[in-house]
Every structure is written in C-alpha cells, then in structure tokens.
C-alpha cells in the first residue's frame, strides 16, 4: 500500500526560514531510517507559497491568484511517499518523526489505479498514453 | 486503545523490528532459532503487556530490552543446572556480551550477517526463501505458506529444519570475506529475485501476480541495497525489481488474466517504480565495471520502460544486452528470450530459427514457455495449423490456471 504523508507548513517555513542545524539532523536520520528499511519511495520539501500560484477555475475563465496565501497550517510545506504493508505500519513510522509543537501530520492512503474503476475510461487511458508518447519524443 | 487496535499496533511494530530484532539477538546466542524464540517471547510479553499498560514510546527498544532480559534469564538456568565448567565459562562470557550488546551500529551489520545465514547455501533454495521471508520479511508461517501455495505444516517444518542445518552447520554470524562473498551475495541475490518473481509470475495457482510477495522482495532489495551501498550488482537487482514491478498493475486484465507486455497499458506503468528504477540502474553503472545477470536484465526492462510502444522499443540494443546476458550465463531461458528479442529487431525468420535451435535443449524440457514462443513466431509467419498445435503443447505443460486459459484461448483463434 501506498501512503502520501503531508507536512503543513508553518509561519516559519512560509517565511523561506530553514531548520535549525539539530532540526536537520533529526529528520536527516530519520529519512535515512526510512529509506534503510525499504519504506520511503520519495519525499521532498516544497518552497514557500510566496513563490507559488493558485488557478480559480470558473467556467472558461482562469484567473491567476499569486502567492503567499494566508492560514500557514493548510498549507503543505513537504510530503513523503512511503510503501507499507499496512496502514497500521505506516502509522508506526510516522509517530516515529521527529515532530514537536503540537504539528498535525496527516498519512493518506494513495489511490491505486484500480480504485477508479470505470471512471477511468479506455479513451481516457488512451489520451494519457498519447500524452506519455509526446513526453518521451521530446526526451 | 482497544485490544485489537493494540494488536494492530503489535504487528505492525513487529513488521517494522522483528529483522533487527533477531538480528542482534543472534549476535549474542549465537543460534538463530534461539534467538527467534526470545523473539517471540518478547512479543508475547507485548501482547500481554501493551493493551494493559499502553504502548511503549520506543516500542523496538522495549522489544529488544525485554527479549535481552529473557535470554539473559534462560542463560542462567541452564548454567545453573548444567554446572559444566565449559559450559559456565563460555555462557559468562556470553552473559557479558549481553551487557555490550547496546551499539546500535551493531544493528545494521547484524541484519546484514543474518541475510547471509537466512540464504547460506547450505540450506535448499526453499528453506532459503521461507526463513528470509520469515525472519527478514517478518512474515507469519501462515503468510509464507499462502504465498507458495503449500501447507502451513510444511513452512514450519521448513523452517524449523533450515534452523537445525544452520546449528549443524555451524554456519557461522558474518558477513563473507572479499573471496567469498561474490558467490555469497549471489545467493542472497537469488533468494530475493525467487520471492520476487513467485509474486510476478506465480508457477501454480489460480492467481496470475500476487503483488504482496512482490512488495515483500522490493522491500528487501531495497533494504539490501542500503546495507551494501557500493555493491554494483544489488542495485542491478534493485533497478531489475522496480522496472518490473512498475509494469505490475498492467500485467492483470479486468479478469485476473494475464496480459503480455506488447498488450499492456503503458499509461498504467507506475513511473514513480520507473523512476526509481532507471535511478538504481543508474547506480549499478556507475558502481560496476561490467553489468552483472541482474544489471542486464534491468537494462532490458528499462528499454521497455522507456519505451513508448512496442514498435518503437530499442529491439537492436535489446538483443545487444541479451547477448552480453547469455554470454554471462549461458542460460537457454535467456536464449528463448534473445529470439523473441530478434524476432522484434530482424523479423520472425531469425527468430524461428533460434528458437529451433533449443528444441533439443535438455533444461528447457516441458518448459511451456518453448512451445508458446514458437508458436507466436509461427503465427507471425502465417503458420497457423502448426502455431495451435504448439499453443496447445503449452497449455499442457503450464501450471498457473489463467496463463494457461490464456494459451489455449491463443490455440482456439488459430483457426
């Protein structure tokens, strides 16, 4: 089972502010305790949202909302993807983390492409092979 | 929280421990069926334990702390009643490595000199392959025996046996020194490529993949992988393990039947698999002189893998790496597999007459793969009369329920 687990962002991080030295070596050992058990396919930490954008979608219109955005704790700062066997396994990892603070981490479950069923249509696996071919010509 | 909620909480943490666990605790018995039973105990003491008092803040820890305190328990009772000179001078002496015993960078070296012992050649490929499972994998003897369709009796019989060699053995608690260990870390390598393609391509049963027994093999890869960072030919394996397990949910047709690699969804590959694979692949280069067995087969799966389509697939350097693959393991299989490569780059001709070549191969006797390439070459060559007739050879020889419905669904539309 796939699991995405998503780190908010927090006052500091919107602030482009890094981890202190001890923050970095926590969670430095920790990904390595991650990778070295075979669980942790991926992860990374995301820039501020100052630097980001958000799309409004609105029948045609695209209207382009610049960065930052307020309410830091519904923010992601960084996510991690893990392979376990269960859910209860990737609970035990991520109570292993080097959080503090009263911080909410939140593991979701990633969908695999079976749990779509029928709304993933043959034409619509279609497009997204056409759009895979013209990725890997320009590679 | 609820007994069964703790109960959860037990296995998962015994999944994530129960390796190192044993690990260090052979270190110090030096026998590793003993030090699976403090294991054990110690987990039993949890199930008693937690859902009364809550779970530890550092469950591995309590584990391992209280495991230790078992074994050291036992040691004492028995030196108490044996009296044996010998005997106390040597179990003091273990009683006191028992004191030493908290390097946690033991552990990582512990886990690695237990790979070792679980797939010493001493021991059959099977109880290589239940005893990694069990003690690597930290699956049941119920898991290990649904995944290879035999009896649970005859797991832990496997088991219990592969132990009893290991002791008789006096195998020893190491990681091989620089002569020997190329032939050992093959050994370890087989083991994990076994498990994994029982899940891939599973020989009996109703079930064409079981993707479990293939997250199980990934996961020791890639523990491997990071126990023995500089070693080219793990990260071959590794890279050989991601590419085709990123193929795994494309493999299985609505109907659980299998679906060869030219009918595949591509959309459906799991680039993050790919990826990652391409990346271990990447590291095996870098790390090996020449590739290895694993190396080269994961530099063919990533031909496909970055492959747009059948027909724009790199068949030329396909039959290139087969070439340098056969040549490395003079394996008929890899020959069976080089003409289907040919038959993609120069045509079924030359294919046909590869694949004719091996007919007379002694290990690839009822081997239902033979008739089936064959017939697949004659169909592209409009020989139908003769490609159903081997279809139907193949289907006799094959053992898992949908491939073989699927050979003889071939054989009914050679009309």
């Known amino acids: 089972m796939r699991f995405m687990v998503i780190v908010p962002a927090s006052p500091e991080s919107e602030a482009g502010a890094m981890p202190s030295t001890a923050e970095l070596e926590a969670m430095t050992k920790y990904n390595e305790e991650l990778v070295k058990a075979g669980v942790m396919l991926a992860g990374d930490g995301l820039h501020p949202s100052s630097k980001g954008l958000r799309v409004r979608f609105d029948g045609r219109d695209r209207t382009v909302i610049d960065g930052p955005f307020t309410e830091a704790k519904e923010l992601i700062a960084g996510f991690w993807i893990w392979e376990c066997a269960s859910r209860d396994e990737a609970l035990e990892w991520l109570k292993r983390a080097p959080f503090d603070g009263g911080v909410q981490i939140e593991l979701r479950q990633v969908f695999d492409a079976e749990d779509f069923g029928a709304e993933l249509t043959p034409e619509l696996r279609d497009t997204e092979q056409r759009l895979r071919d013209q990725v890997a010509e320009r590679r | 929280m609820s007994p069964t909620a703790t109960q959860r909480t037990i296995d998962a943490v015994w999944r994530i421990e129960s390796a190192r666990l044993i690990a260090g605790l052979t270190r110090i018995v030096r026998d590793v069926a003993v030090a699976e039973d403090l294991a054990q105990d110690a987990l039993v003491a949890a199930l008693e334990q937690w859902p009364r008092d809550g779970v530890p803040d550092n469950p591995g820890a309590w584990l391992m702390a209280t495991a230790r305190r078992r074994g050291i328990d036992a040691l004492r009772r028995r030196v108490t009643l044996e009296r044996k000179q010998e005997l106390i001078a040597r179990e003091l002496q273990t009683l006191q490595q028992l004191d030493l015993a908290d390097q946690v960078d033991e552990l990582e070296d512990d886990l690695l000199r237990l790979i070792f012992m679980t797939c010493h050649p001493v021991l059959s490929r099977d109880a290589r392959v239940a005893l990694t499972l069990r003690l690597l994998g ?219 070549a091996l007919a007379e191969e002694p290990a690839l006797r009822g081997y239902h793969l033979l008739p089936s390439v064959r017939a697949d070459l004659l169909v592209r060559l409009g020989r139908t009369a003769e490609a159903r007739a081997e ?17 003889l669904a071939r054989a009914a539309a050679c009309a």
Not at chain 2, 281 to 299: D, I, M, V
Not at chain 2, 391 to 407: I, S, T, V
Request: net charge negative.
């Open chain 2, 391 to 407: 279809f139907e050879r193949a289907a006799g020889q094959c053992a898992n329920g949908p491939e073989r419905e699927l050979l």
């Open chain 2, 138 to 356: 930290g699956l049941s003897t119920p898991e290990i025996a649904h995944a290879f369709l035999v009896s649970e009796g005859t797991v832990a019989q496997r088991i219990v046996r592969a132990k009893r060699t290991l002791g008789e053995a006096r195998v020893p608690f190491e990681v091989p020194g620089r002569d020997e260990l190329a032939g050992r870390l093959s050994a370890v390598l087989e083991v994990i490529y076994l498990i994994f393609n029982e899940g891939y391509a599973a020989t009996g049963g109703e079930q064409w993949t079981r993707p479990a027994l293939c997250a199980d093999a990934l996961r020791l890869a890639r523990v491997l992988a990071g126990l023995l960072p500089r070693e080219g030919e793990v990260h071959g394996l590794l890279a050989l393990l991601e590419l085709q397990a990123s193929r795994l949910r494309a493999r299985v047709g609505p109907r659980g039947e299998p679906v060869l690699l030219a009918d595949q969804d591509r959309a459906r590959w799991d680039q993050l698999l790919v990826q990652r694979g391409l990346a271990a692949l990447g590291r095996a280069e870098a790390l090996s002189g020449a590739l290895g067995p694993y190396a080269l087969q994961a530099a063919i799966a990533a031909c496909h893998a970055r492959a747009p389509s059948v027909e724009r697939t790199d068949w030329p350097r396909i039959v290139a790496l087969y070439d340098a693959l056969a040549a490395l393991t003079g394996s008929p299989v890899v020959e069976l597999n080089r003409a289907v490569a040919v038959t993609m780059a120069f045509g079924p001709e030359a294919g046909l007459e590869l694949v004719d």
